[in-house]
């Protein structure tokens, strides 16, 4: 184990004797309403809607032009498969592992974008966020306790500290969002496995997709094309009481819904989650159809917390007293139901849509922050307007989109009195309204090169409302901004693009960042932080492309932050509220390779996903041009694959985080990074069977998977309590069937 602050690549040593002491949970909370209205929505499907397919859609495809590595070159044929109307498109599937998202045109052609669909997570136990988008370029997820709950999750250091409730990054379902009206989310709640296709945007030329965030956007998408209809049942099972089952039924209304749940590898580290997702279209007329969605979730966890440095080594399966003392646990449940009505012409294409959700989170924290009680409204809206205008031999794609979002959290504060509920010791009741304007342009000025120019207006405000015992409390935010952005394609050819892009983004601050707790128990308050929206100009180039037996893809960016919101906690891993720094710098490298080293009946590929990023200060009066706290140098994965003709398959893989990984932004608190191993075997024993097996950290190393939060000082290194332990090695066996 290397000293606080002393560099390593990598710092993996084998695990110690492990303590084995689980708690037992104070019960799993039980929440119908999901459920109910789930019900509810699938009745109204089943008697309202008569739904059709993606593949079977009325609408036709308009003329279109993209950069991915498979389809490089401009121009379209009519061959290709449908389109559901942008910028919430569902569209041609294509080849080999880089694939470039579709929900966003100007995005999607001009920028780095990836997706990852349902067949990449087949044959293969996925039972954490992080393992569903590892092999993902640009997007850092590290792992908080080795189950579904929040990891850190950042892409291009946007959001960095900001678990365990997510922002920087914006997470959608068909292009509207899951998350709160400020744009805080729990990702705990988010099981991406039941969407067929997984769409990830980075960087902030998305602006019209979804305004105010700066990292990008995960986006799932309920249609896909390809699906092929028909129940798919997947069963996995592994140690430490892991179990996951989902049931997907791809017929006239789509459904799908699973169950996961663990004792974990920690004591008081047990977790429950249920998710329902739904999804229907109904042919309005031979050119517009409507989209019914909905998707609920509840869950329940308990908190393990962190440990100082030399526990999280020496005895990771441990809690502290504090934990044994206050019980740390949340649970939640989301509804959010949505419908989009899409129709196109001849010329171009419009779409209108609304989701609104429901949510209610009662997390008990750790005594100096005690619990917290959520229940948020949120109403979202668009209407977008997409033309085709040719002049001459030159193409423009124009697009005009208005987005609305405007939501009401009512939040109660208690003290946690030796895991119970106390004393009322603060209440408000927050709204926030965000109103944007988008315009786009795309021009064609040759069939290879394209220029895209575009522009977002932002209007918004976050008020805060106290009420009893905290009358007084109050706080009103106004922010106006607009945006620019810019960027230019060139794809001489199907194997070949390079890209270059400017672009503007803004960013303000959550609820959770403006409000925070003070005071030492059992005499607790609620404090305001007044906090500016945070901004950032990014330059960036890329290229992707084929070549032979390699698929590959590369992007470059710099980005300079003003007002860069970060969110500290204390010593104990305890938020302590938000500052605004005055200027950042974020520059990075993301890549991407695919190699096929034996193709026919014998394949052999190795897919690689590496990420570098470095983050800094800029001539700060207290942090110089030190590192920003939580972020590796680099992180990645790689993946050796082996497919016989006879149905078998065999992969070994790794995963690495590179250190030392600075905890405050002082940088006097380091610790090291890891790199561990995996293995996973599979059958398809019969053309609707297949059994699969897989192992996670091979050799049982070691490991820091993360940090509950950041601090701005390292104040006593050796008894800080913030590390989070990575899980040991953990196995899992598992089943898909098609009846």
Not at 10 to 34: A, C, D, M, N, Q
Not at 173 to 184: F, I, K, V
Not at 250 to 275: I, K, L, N, P, Y
Request: with cysteine; charged share 15%.
């Amino acid at each position: 184990m290397n000293a606080p602050g002393s560099p390593s690549f990598p710092e993996t040593i084998p695990r110690g004797p492990r303590f084995h002491r689980k708690t037992t949970r104070s019960g799993v909370h039980r929440r119908w309403l999901p459920w109910v209205s789930a019900c509810l929505l699938v009745l109204g499907f089943l008697t309202a809607v008569r739904p059709i397919r993606a593949a079977e859609s009325p609408v036709a495809p308009p003329t279109r032009r993209t950069n991915d590595v498979s389809t490089a070159a401009p121009p379209s044929t009519e061959a290709e498969a449908p389109v559901v109307l942008p910028p919430w498109a569902v569209t041609e599937s294509l080849a080999g592992p880089l694939q470039s998202a579709r929900a966003d045109y100007f995005a999607s052609t001009l920028g780095p974008t990836s997706v990852v669909t349902a067949s990449d997570w087949s044959g293969r136990g996925v039972t954490t966020l992080a393992a569903a988008l590892r092999g993902v370029p640009g997007v850092m997820l590290q792992d908080s306790f080795g189950g579904f709950e929040p990891p850190r999750l950042s892409i291009r250091g946007s959001g960095l500290d900001s678990a365990p409730t997510s922002r920087g990054v914006a997470l959608l379902a068909d292009g509207l969002p899951l998350a709160r009206a400020d744009g805080s989310f729990n990702s705990a709640l988010f099981d991406p496995q039941l969407f067929p296709r997984v769409e990830i945007y980075r960087g902030t030329l998305h602006m019209a997709l979804t305004p105010a965030v700066l990292g990008g956007v995960i986006n799932a998408a309920s249609f896909a094309p390809g699906v092929t209809p028909g129940v798919v049942v997947q069963v996995e099972g592994g140690n430490d009481g892991t179990f996951r089952a989902q049931l997907t039924d791809h017929a006239a209304v789509s459904a799908a819904a699973s169950f996961q749940e663990s004792d974990g590898e920690r004591a008081h580290s047990s977790q429950q989650r249920t998710a329902v997702q739904l999804a229907a279209l109904r042919s309005l007329t031979p050119t517009a159809q409507l989209e019914l969605t909905t998707y609920a979730a509840t869950l329940d966890y308990d908190v393990p917390g962190p440990l100082t440095l030399a526990d999280a080594y020496a005895r990771a399966d441990s809690v502290s007293a504090a934990v044994l003392r206050d019980q740390p646990r949340r649970a939640s449940w989301i509804v959010r139901p949505a419908a989009q009505l899409k129709a196109v012409t001849t010329d171009g294409n419009a779409a209108v849509g609304l989701a609104g959700q429901f949510l209610h989170d009662d997390f008990y924290q750790l005594q100096p922050n005690g619990e917290t009680e959520l229940d948020a409204r949120s109403l979202t809206g668009h209407a977008t307007l997409a033309r085709r205008v040719s002049t001459g031999d030159v193409e423009h794609q124009f697009l005009i989109r208005a987005i609305f979002t405007s939501g009401v959290d009512d939040i109660d504060r208690y003290l946690n009195v030796l895991s119970q509920r106390g004393t009322e010791f603060g209440a408000y009741t927050a709204r926030a309204n965000t109103v944007a304007l988008n315009l786009e342009d795309i021009v064609w000025v040759t069939p290879t090169v394209a220029i895209g120019a575009g522009a977002t207006a932002l209007h918004g405000t976050r008020d805060i409302s106290g009420r009893a015992p905290t009358p007084s409390l109050s706080s009103s935010l106004d922010f106006d901004d607009v945006s620019p952005r810019g960027a230019v394609l060139w794809s001489p050819n199907s194997q070949f693009s390079l890209h270059a892009a400017v672009s503007r983004g803004i960013e303000p601050p959550t609820f959770d960042d403006l409000v925070a707790v003070q005071g030492a128990y059992p005499h607790l308050a609620l404090a305001l932080h007044p906090l500016q929206p945070q901004s950032a100009v990014t330059l960036e180039t890329g290229a992707q492309g084929s070549a032979g037996a390699l698929d590959w893809s590369l992007t470059v960016y710099r980005a300079e932050w003003r007002n860069e919101i970060l969110r500290l906690a204390d010593a104990s891993g305890l938020p302590r509220g938000a500052v605004n720094a005055a200027r950042t710098l974020h520059e990075g490298i993301e890549a991407s390779l695919h190699w096929r080293l034996l193709t026919g009946p014998h394949r052999l590929g190795l897919t690689v996903a590496s990420t570098l990023g470095r983050f800094t200060f800029e001539n700060d009066p207290i942090y110089g041009n030190n590192r920003l706290a939580g972020a590796p140098p680099q992180t990645g994965s790689a993946e050796l694959l082996y497919e016989s003709p006879r149905g078998f398959y065999a992969a070994l893989g790794s995963t690495w985080a590179v250190g030392p990984i600075p905890v405050d932004h002082a940088g006097r608190l380091t610790y090291g990074g890891y790199a561990l191993g995996d293995a996973r075997v599979g059958w398809q024993v019969h053309p609707r069977v297949r059994v699969f097996a897989s192992v996670h950290n091979l050799f049982d190393r070691a490991y820091i998977a993360s940090t509950a939060g950041v601090l701005d000082v390292a104040r006593d290194p050796p008894n800080t309590s913030i590390f989070l332990p990575g899980t040991g090695r953990t196995f899992l066996l598992g089943l898909e069937w098609k009846p």
